[in-house]
């Protein structure tokens, strides 16, 4: 039997989640309107969602209960600047509410000030492939380091940059629902670079001492077989994935993007082969290993992959969250398989070197899984849709059990 496996003291322990996925009522954002023009696959509506924006002193009392001591969210530009250089007070204080009642249940926050959401009237003009992009958000992320910054724990400035532009520009699964426009898709990820870096500084100026990063997605590229076309067709699979424009002709990774932390988005993995008869995407061919147990979404799960990310961060150097975590499925036994087994990789990878100093697990409640609607349910809680009922699932117990030890119990 293993022994205890204790983490550091002071390891954070908490779930993540997103405004517009939690909250309810987002209707001045892109995402809205993308939903009354038909973008969600399922036919559902973020509104309510779980209708966060009104319960959440209940949902973060029942975090405490689950040992969190930590919690992620985003702060909804479309509310806070309605319009153009229009600030709302009301809502700048609903957030200052939020964040003092997540301080109140002794829970760090994790403030993430881009998470897949813009308001329309920054869509409307082009959104993040528009010139002036970057300059058309720092205001927000001014105001908000000025009137919230003391309540932050630590920032995140984007969610996954490199998702949220292959979706809105190539998959078109998110607004503006494009797809297949490389150029702009090229423009995004400058943008949000250029975005980023700003708000880095900013950052660092207006509230120093509170640490920035920025989340970024890895989604594991791995040759299909050892040949040299399949290894070469992993490698340029993985690169526009983990890569952005940094100046001309220049590509460089997201995770080396100036940053006081980095934060990992990891779920699965794919093997890559090469296929000739697949131009469109990219020569390659990606399927599952077979043999692997998928999810609800289809992605294979194999917790030891998050090691593998983590050990790919180690050279950075700087300290590392997991800001995103977890699976879809309904039924809840096989999180409580998952959550130890994928705990236990963070705890090796810590073991040998890597300075990890947190989890989010995605997601604290069942939610609104963008086009996806609430077909897919990655939450500690279950969220009865009618009555806005909660149920801790039992992987929500058992994640309160390893909060509570900060240590996957000896035998797991
Ligand atoms: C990530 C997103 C998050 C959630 C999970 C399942 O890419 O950041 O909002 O949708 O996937």
């Given at each position: 039997m293993a022994a205890e496996r204790r983490f550091p003291d002071g390891f954070l322990w908490g779930c993540a989640t997103a405004a517009h996925q939690v909250e309810g009522g987002n209707h001045g954002s892109d995402w809205w309107q993308f939903e009354q023009r038909g973008g969600i696959l399922?036919?559902?509506?973020?509104?309510?969602?779980?209708?966060?924006?009104?319960r959440?002193?209940?949902?973060?009392?029942?975090?405490?209960?689950?040992r969190n001591n930590a919690h992620r969210l985003s702060i909804e530009w479309a509310r806070v600047e309605p319009r153009p250089g229009e600030f709302d007070p009301a809502e700048i204080q609903h957030y200052r509410d939020v964040l003092t009642a997540l301080r109140d249940e002794g829970m760090?926050?994790?403030?993430?000030?881009h998470h897949f959401s813009s308001p329309t009237w920054f869509s409307d003009?082009?959104?993040?492939?528009?010139?002036?992009?970057?300059?058309?958000w720092l205001p927000f992320v001014r105001r908000v380091a000025?009137?919230?910054?003391?309540?932050?724990?630590?920032?995140?400035t984007l969610n996954e940059p490199s998702i949220y532009a292959y979706q809105g520009w190539l998959g078109g699964e998110f607004p503006p629902g494009r797809r297949g426009d490389v150029r702009g898709l090229i423009r995004v990820l400058a943008?949000?670079?250029?975005?980023?870096?700003?708000?880095?500084?900013?950052?660092?100026?207006?509230t120093p001492g509170v640490p920035v990063g920025i989340a970024q997605h890895r989604w594991l590229m791995l040759p299909a077989t050892s040949r040299l076309r399949d290894r070469f067709a992993a490698s340029t699979a993985g690169f526009f994935m983990d890569r952005w424009p940094v100046g001309w002709g220049r590509w460089g990774r997201v995770v080396e993007a100036p940053a006081d932390y980095v934060g990992l988005n990891h779920y699965s993995g794919s093997l890559v082969a090469f296929d000739i008869r697949r131009p469109a995407e990219g020569f390659t061919r990606r399927f599952n290993p077979p043999g692997l147990p998928v999810t609800d979404f289809g992605w294979a799960v194999e917790p030891r992959w998050l090691r593998t990310?983590?050990?790919e961060l180690r050279p950075l150097g700087r300290p590392i969250y997991v800001t995103e975590n977890g699976m879809a499925v309904a039924a809840d036994a096989r999180r409580v398989q998952f959550l130890p087994a994928a705990l236990e990789q963070v705890w090796e990878a810590i073991r040998d070197g890597a300075d990890v100093r947190g989890y989010f697990h995605w997601s604290s409640h069942?939610?609104?899984?963008?086009?996806?609607?609430?077909?897919?349910?990655?939450?500690?809680?279950?969220?009865?849709?009618?009555?806005?009922?909660r149920t801790v699932k039992p992987s929500g117990w058992l994640y309160a059990r390893i909060a509570e030890a900060n240590a996957l119990p000896a035998g797991d």
């Open positions: 399922t036919g559902d509506s973020a509104d309510p969602a779980c209708d966060m924006y009104h959440f002193r209940d949902d973060f009392a029942l975090l405490r209960r689950l760090a926050p994790l403030v993430t000030l003009r082009g959104g993040w492939a528009a010139s002036g992009a970057p300059r058309a000025v009137e919230l910054g003391d309540l932050v724990a630590l920032w995140c943008n949000l670079r250029r975005a980023h870096e700003a708000a880095y500084r900013e950052l660092g100026r207006l990310c983590l050990d069942d939610n609104f899984e963008w086009a996806h609607g609430y077909s897919m349910r990655f939450g500690l809680v279950a969220v009865d849709l009618a009555t806005q009922e």
